[in-house]
């Protein structure tokens, strides 16, 4: 069995208080090192995966394993391997984008020197090293998420989550974000994961398997 | 090129902003606390105040000292004599006639007369009889030449140290005189005053108070009015019944003020967390733990606390010196502020509760 894959065997999943609306039932997955986009509709379930996958929930029943054989609740790999670009308000307004990226490299135990070369390269990549400076609530909503990827990436995670991170973008922005999604697992080609929840067609181009999703028949979204 | 906060200094960033966003919030908290903690202050140091009270008087009455007083129709009439108190300790008679007299120092003192002509009393204050007349005083130097008197009748009485035996008395100045020295007031009403000063090996002072009392009960004099025995005993259960008192209401006010401190910044702090929830989960899901996410909000509650019983120990002390003044010294009394402090921070830790249960809920219920 590959330990740099993602596994997912049985899952079941239903949020609490919600009378029955069950999201995954006996759910199955792999996710070897690659570029994996999720495909479905809003609401069928592919974020409450992600966070799964990232050990923010946990399942009623079945088994995940992230790489190293771990479960996704492992503190170290939530810290050090983990990534994870939300769809909305992903930095915190109090700091400058770089000061994002930093505290979460220190929390993740990067060297100062590391980090910050880390942060410098990744913000230049993305296209708002001009910007590492300003805070947060000063940029444009495809800035943030320019930012957001950065500081997800900054750490160099084994595992990288984003969730709808195209959605409201343009072209320009929608292309420098999957491209740059796409290099960072090349760059480690043979363990890093990068998993993309998203209706957007544009970015079927870039991943190396579609994945359809859809909710478990009698679940209501 | 910044530099970057560390995770305490982002935390901290984070309080302060919250804190300038909504002044009213901490102020609130502050006000409630603090105006709390002065009136808690205020109402232990009234008991304080009160135990001092009494322990001043048990100290100057002595914890083995009985007074009798016995009323007689003239200063000079025999007094009444116990001999059973003088096997269980020194007894010390003085016929005090309802008078004073006048210093040329300036000040004035209370008249007495010694009760035996042989001078066994006087020599148990520590004064012979050919030193009559004498005064005895708290606060002028022994051997002082004074001139006390009243009316036409003036004697020369040397200054010689109150003896502690007289301490009893609650009187600073005694001029013991003969009866000729001063024949008018000698004709006056008065009171035998017999101190007893107990042996330690005699039975204790509270039952041997009850049986004077129960041997003055029995045995009426026939005087216009029987012996009154004073001591220390009363004064000590009033001590004991004040400090059960004050123990009883320092645990329901301490109790109250917890409780209020607890329901006051508990709501605040769930309001101010559930505004703040997606970004506190956003730190989570970067590996900042769930204790140290309390610890801000316990830390924040803490120092609001504190800070307000601070404010109030000053306020106490301006009110108690306003109002009265013997009080301000109790306020700053540990047995005071340390129940006090001591429920505002049982509050603030009982207003953490609320945030460490919504601490709980799973970082993908609230991100998205």
Redesign the interface.
Known sequence: MNSRAITLTDVDFTYPGTRGRTVLRGYQARFEPGVHLLRGYSGCGK??LL??I?G???PDAGEIRVPGGRTPAD?DY??RSLG?V?????L?D???V??NL???G???GLP?PE?AAAATHWLGVLGIGPLA?ERPDRLSGGQRQRAAFARAMVKHPDVLLLDEPTSGLDEVSTAALAGAARDFQRAAADRRIVIIAAHDDRLVAYADHVHGFAPPAGARP | ??T????LG?LL??TL?RWRGRVSAPLARLAAAGSLATAALLVLASFALGAATLEERIAQFGLDALVVRTPLRRATDPAPSFPALADHGRVLTLKVPYATVELDTGGRAALAFAADDDGRDLAALGVGADRLPVLLSSSLPPGMPVRAGLGPWWVAAPAAALPPALRPLGLDEVLVARPGDFPLQAELPGTAVTLFARDPAAPSLAELAAALATVIRANPSGRDAAPVVQSAVPLLRELTALRASWLGYGALLATVLAATIAVVFGSGAVLEYEAAA??TA??R????GRATLWLQRYAEAAFLANAGGLLALAAAGVAARVALPQLAAHVPAAAVWLPVFAALNAGALAAAVPVAVALRR????V??
Not at chain 1, 86 to 90: R, V, Y
Not at chain 2, 4 to 7: A, D, F, I, K
Not at chain 2, 362 to 365: I, Q, Y
């Open positions: 974020s409450t966070r799964l990232a923010y929930l946990a503190r939530q810290v994870f939300f769809q909305s308000l992903n915190l109090l700091v400058t770089r000061q930093e505290m979460v220190r929390l993740a100062r980090l400076d | 090129m910044s970057s906060p560390s995770l982002y960033r984070d902003v997606y970004t956003l730190l899901s970067f590996g900042v799973p970082v993908g219920m991100l998205h």
